[in-house]
C-alpha cells in the first residue's frame, strides 16, 4: 500500500479525494476517462502558480482550449507527496470576481494513476495507491461472492478498454470514472440490441445542439456482466453517433485518446454502474479485478 485516500462523490457521482497542493486542502475528480493530470484556472491564480506553455493542447466538451501548465511546489495524495509535479491547466474561464466554492481544483489523471496500481473500493469510501511490484494475480486482498479477473487494453494515453457482455451480447467497454452516466452509442443499439427509440421501454432525455440537434435516449437493459460478476437492470444511456469522428458529449471527462479511434468502445462505464462495483486496476499487469460491492455514499466535505 503507497498510500490510501478517503473518496466521495462530488460531481454527477464522480468520485472526489482530498488532496494538499503547496499545503492547502484541495479536491480533486479522480477520472480514470481522461488523459492528463490538470487544475483549474481559478486553482492556478489563487495558489499563485506562474502557468507556462505546454506542448500538450487539452479541449474541453464546450470546444474551449488550453496549452498551458503549472509546476506545482508540492502535492500530497495521503502520505504520498511529490515534489514539482507538472498539472496542466484545463480549459474553461476563469472570473476572479466569483467568489463562490469551487466544487473541485482539478482532476487526477491516468498519466498519474498508471503508476500505481488503483483500488477503487467504493463500499468503505476508498480509494488506495498500492505498488505493481508484486507478484502477477496477488492482489485481491477482499472477500465477494465472485471476483472477475479481466484482461485489459491500455491504450496510449491510459484508457482502459475491456469487454462485457450486455443482455448476453459481447460489447467493447471503455471504464471511466469520470463519467457520471453509462452511455452507449446509438448506432450500437440499433444495430446490435434491436432498440427502437419508438418503442415504449426507450425514453427521450434530452437533445443535443450544435451543427445539428440530435435526440438522446435512455434505455434499461436486463444485464451487464464479467465473468460471473453482474450488474442487473442497468440504465443507460444512449448517444447519438458523435462518439467517432466528432467530438463526443461526455459527461465527465475532458479529453479523448486518439489511440482508441480504431476501436471505439460500444458502451463508457461510469458511475452509474461502477459505483456499485469494487475496481481494483492492475495497470502493469493490464488486468482488472472486479467484484459486486456496496454504492459509494456521499460524505460532508
Known sequence: MVTSVPM???VGGIPGIDVLIADTRQVLLVDTGGVFSDVTKRTARELNLKPTRSNITMTDVRGQRSDQAVRLPSIALGRLRQEGAYFQVAPGSDDPNDTSPQPFAGTLGPDLLQRFDADFDFASGKLNLISPGHCEGKV?????????IVPMHVAQFGHIIFPMTLDGKRVTVLLDTGASNTTMNLDVARR?????????????????TGGYTANVYRRRFKTLEVDGVVV????????????????????????????????????ILGMSVLSKLHVYIAYKESKLYLSAGAPLAASPP
Request: glycine share 6%; charged share 20%.
Open 140 to 148: 485481491v486482498y477482499w472477500t465477494a461472492p465472485a471476483i472477475a
Open 8 to 10: 466521495r462523490p462530488i
Open 232 to 267: 442487473t437492470d442497468p440504465l443507460i444511456t444512449l448517444l447519438p453517433n458523435m462518439m467517432g469522428s466528432a467530438p463526443a458529449p461526455r459527461t465527465g471527462s475532458l479529453t479523448r485518446d486518439n489511440d482508441d479511434v480504431q476501436g471505439l468502445p460500444d458502451v
Open 192 to 208: 446490435v440490441f434491436k432498440v427502437d427509440v419508438t418503442s415504449p421501454d426507450v425514453e427521450k432525455v434530452g437533445e443535443i
